[in-house]
């Protein structure tokens, strides 16, 4: 048998593809550079701030969340392309071979009365659900990890962990979990990488 009991899945960048995926590592890149930037994005994601206190920072910064548009009436979508659906597939294999899933993601609230996170997918599929906005921390800080291990009740070891970005794999990686970088949004090669992991077939 296999000794992961559990997978840990991103959302942007691996369930979901970005449509403008240079776009998106330049908003990384910039916020690691610029401290501005990245306290206005480390705020949102922490759920300090709600989407539309940001929103000049996002569009004047990324290009997105334009201020003549009703943020009621954007739609996630437009920020997202459709599902990649080998890892979909992915994650109902692990659930049919009593594997637990996870999705542990950095995101914010989309409302100002922080009732309605940026997520938009039926989650019955995952066990345990973390999102950085409502724990008040985010990937890569090694807690948010050991928050999502508590709710697993699994230890570092039992569990491996796809985020599309090198630092929170790394992170993830020092607390001994089998981390796993799907690079470019290339689903083949991250569920490769998972099923060294597993003795399941994935596909």
Same mark, same amino acid.
């Given at each position: 048998?296999?000794?992961?009991?559990?997978?840990?899945?991103?959302?942007?960048?691996?369930?979901?593809?970005?449509?403008?995926?240079?776009?998106?590592?330049?908003?990384?890149?910039?916020?690691?550079?610029?401290?501005?930037?990245?306290?206005?994005?480390?705020?949102?994601? #922490?759920?300090? /701030?709600?989407?539309?206190?940001?929103?000049?920072?996002?569009?004047?910064?990324?290009?997105? &969340?334009? @201020? =003549? !548009?009703?943020?009621?009436?954007?739609?996630?979508?437009?920020?997202?392309?459709?599902?990649?659906?080998?890892?979909?597939?992915?994650?109902?294999?692990?659930?049919?071979?009593?594997?637990?899933?996870?999705?542990?993601?950095?995101?914010?609230?989309?409302?100002?009365?922080?009732?309605?996170?940026?997520?938009?997918?039926?989650?019955?599929?995952?066990?345990?659900?973390?999102?950085?906005?409502?724990?008040?921390?985010?990937?890569?800080?090694?807690?948010?990890? #050991?928050?999502? /291990?508590?709710?697993?009740?699994?230890?570092?070891?039992?569990?491996?962990?796809?985020?599309? &970005?090198? @630092? =929170? !794999?790394?992170?993830?990686?020092?607390?001994?979990?089998?981390?796993?970088?799907?690079?470019?949004?290339?689903?083949?090669?991250?569920?490769?990488?998972?099923?060294?992991?597993?003795?399941?077939?994935?596909?």
């Amino acid at each position: 048998m296999s000794a992961i009991r559990a997978v840990i899945f991103d959302l942007g960048g691996v369930l979901y593809p970005f449509r403008d995926y240079s776009k998106f590592k330049y908003m990384c890149q910039k916020a690691s550079a610029d401290p501005k930037t990245k306290k206005n994005l480390i705020g949102w994601q #922490e759920g300090a /701030l709600a989407t539309s206190q940001v929103r000049d920072f996002f569009e004047q910064t990324f290009g997105i &969340l334009p @201020k =003549n !548009v009703e943020l009621e009436k954007i739609k996630l979508e437009d920020f997202m392309g459709p599902k990649h659906e080998k890892i979909w597939k992915c994650i109902k294999k692990l659930k049919q071979n009593d594997i637990k899933t996870a999705l542990l993601t950095n995101n914010g609230w989309w409302t100002d009365k922080k009732d309605k996170s940026v997520i938009f997918e039926d989650l019955s599929l995952f066990d345990v659900v973390v999102e950085s906005c409502k724990e008040g921390i985010c990937k890569p800080n090694p807690r948010i990890f #050991e928050i999502t /291990l508590n709710r697993l009740g699994l230890k570092p070891s039992q569990c491996a962990f796809i985020d599309d &970005l090198e @630092k =929170n !794999v790394e992170s993830a990686n020092r607390l001994g979990i089998n981390g796993i970088q799907m690079v470019d949004q290339d689903q083949d090669l991250a569920l490769d990488k998972l099923q060294q992991l597993l003795s399941v077939p994935l596909k």
